[in-house]
């Protein structure tokens, strides 16, 4: 009988344990770390802290990979190959606040996949291979951050995060994006953050923006845009900061922000801006209080009565990269003369350059 207890107590303490089979886990400095995952997860008791796959190779998750009740704050399936991610995946993660997916090779995600997660704050799938996301992929999901960025988007679909809630913060940079659809942000009114940055954009569709009323900062910077058209920004009427930094813009015409009502930083630089109309752009935004400059085509006739304009209506000129060896007004650099087309940035930064060497000595 003593045999038959103790060979029982034995065995519970076997299945209770972090190690099932040839999978490990263990409870580590307040982490489950578990090691050689290829399907499923070993069940045990899971408590109110992370858990982290090392050294796993986990080609597809769903939701009979993780079937166990859990109180799990954080998952991290980072680096593991991932490839897919199935229906209801993570239906049992009533807890779960971090999802982490980046540095994978996912390329499919399933409609509904994130369905059950209402706590999250992060949902991390950066650095992916993500081409194509279908409408609904995000239904059931409740989070504040969701970044896609430095994956192969080309698209962005109708309707495209329809069905998800409580997003604040959406990062699609570092993607392809060509093209989007006017209702791509449908169902989207509380987001707040959008990066767009660093794609192949040139155009936008009027009523882009009719659903992210809701929506503080837009960044745009490292695209294709050469101008806007009217209408380009209406429903932005909450926008305190625009990124354009690092576009293909000439000639700015500010009547496009007209839109743009409590607008408070504006970011300009490193375009081939060769002619500025300050007080236009006051009058389209009264509001605003600092604007950057630096890295456009200007002469140095324009950029001072620019900057004089500006430091009579005390809007800051921030300038985070000033260019003191070159000829320049505080630190933003221009070249004599008067510049009747746009030039490259690269023959404006020599240019400027050689006017500086040729400063005549005052000195007797």
């Given amino acids: 009988m003593r045999e038959e207890i103790f060979s029982i107590i034995v065995l519970f303490i076997i299945i209770g344990t972090p190690f099932c089979g040839a999978q490990e886990c263990e409870f580590k400095e307040k982490t489950y770390i578990c090691e050689n995952i290829n399907y499923e997860f070993p069940n045990f008791f899971y408590g109110n802290y992370p858990l982290r796959c090392q050294d796993c190779q986990i080609q597809v998750f769903d939701h009979k990979s993780f079937p166990w009740e859990n109180n799990l704050n954080s998952f991290n399936l980072s680096f593991t190959g991932l490839e897919f991610i199935g229906q209801n995946s993570f239906v049992g993660f009533k807890n779960l606040q971090y999802l982490l997916l980046q540095n994978n090779l996912i390329k499919n995600i399933s409609k509904e996949a994130f369905k059950g997660l209402n706590q999250l704050y992060e949902l ?4 992916n291979k993500i081409r194509i996301i279908e409408a609904g992929f995000l239904k059931g999901l409740s989070s504040n951050l969701v970044n896609i960025s430095g994956n192969f988007l080309e698209i962005l679909p109708e309707k495209a995060f329809f069905g998800s809630q409580a997003l604040l913060i959406l990062d699609l940079s570092k993607n392809k994006l060509k093209q989007l659809n006017k209702d791509s942000f449908f169902n989207l009114e509380e987001l707040e953050h959008l990066d767009l ?44 900061y625009l990124n354009l930094n690092k576009n293909l813009l000439t000639l700015f015409d500010s009547s496009y922000l007209l839109p743009l009502m409590h607008l408070n930083k504006l970011d300009l630089s490193s375009n081939a801006i060769y ?9 389209n935004l009264p509001t605003l209080r600092a604007i950057v400059l630096e890295d456009n085509v200007f ?45 490259s940035l690269d023959y404006f930064l020599k240019k400027s350059q050689e006017d500086a060497q ?7």
């Fill in 358 to 364: 040729l400063l005549h000595t005052y000195c007797q």
């Fill in 124 to 127: 991390n799938l950066q650095e």
């Fill in 275 to 283: 002619n500025l109309d300050a007080n236009d752009l006051m009058l």
């Fill in 299 to 343: 002469s140095c006739t324009l950029l001072k009565n620019i900057l004089q304009f500006f430091k009579s209506k005390y809007v800051e000129v921030v300038n985070d990269n000033p260019r003191y060896e070159f000829f320049n007004i505080n630190g933003i650099a221009c070249i004599d003369g008067v510049i009747l087309n746009s030039i």
């Fill in 197 to 240: 940055s660093s794609n192949q954009l040139c155009f936008m569709p009027l009523g882009l923006f009719k659903h992210l009323r809701g929506l503080k900062q837009l960044n745009l910077s490292q695209n294709k845009f050469k101008k806007f058209n009217f209408g380009t920004f209406t429903g932005l009427k909450n926008l305190i």
